[in-house]
């Protein structure tokens, strides 16, 4: 079964950056996206960042213009760059990739385990 590892939260003063990572640990084939996903305490899960097989992307509109998502294709790796972070980005961020693994004959979610990211002073 893959899974998903994700790194790089932590605690980071406002104004700061981070960068996550969710790395596959095994083949996922004919990926289609690649999303990062974050839930505040007592808030829905929200998507933050979108990356589509051909390139595109979508961001939520709190994060345009600060967030930026990339994927490296040989490593099955996302990653999210959080500049200009702010205290209402605290929250559990968990990572998306929908594939068709290997052994497997249709794709669906696979999700990371989530990993907090505090923005305080």
């Known amino acids: 079964q893959v899974q998903l590892v994700e790194s790089g939260g932590g605690l980071v003063q406002p104004g700061g950056s981070l960068r996550l990572s969710c790395a596959a640990s095994?083949?996922?084939?004919?990926?289609?996206?690649m999303a990062w996903y974050r839930q505040a305490p007592g808030k829905q899960r929200e998507l933050v960042a979108l990356l589509r097989s051909g390139g595109s992307t979508n961001y939520a509109d709190s994060v345009k213009g600060r967030f930026s998502i990339s994927r490296d294709n040989a490593k099955i790796t996302v990653y999210l760059q959080m500049n200009s972070l702010k205290p209402e980005d605290t929250a559990v961020y968990r990572c998306s990739i929908r594939g068709v693994p290997m052994g497997a004959v249709a794709a669906y979610d696979h999700w990371g385990q989530g990993t907090q990211v505090t923005v305080s002073s």
């Open positions: 095994g083949s996922i084939f004919s990926i289609s996206t």
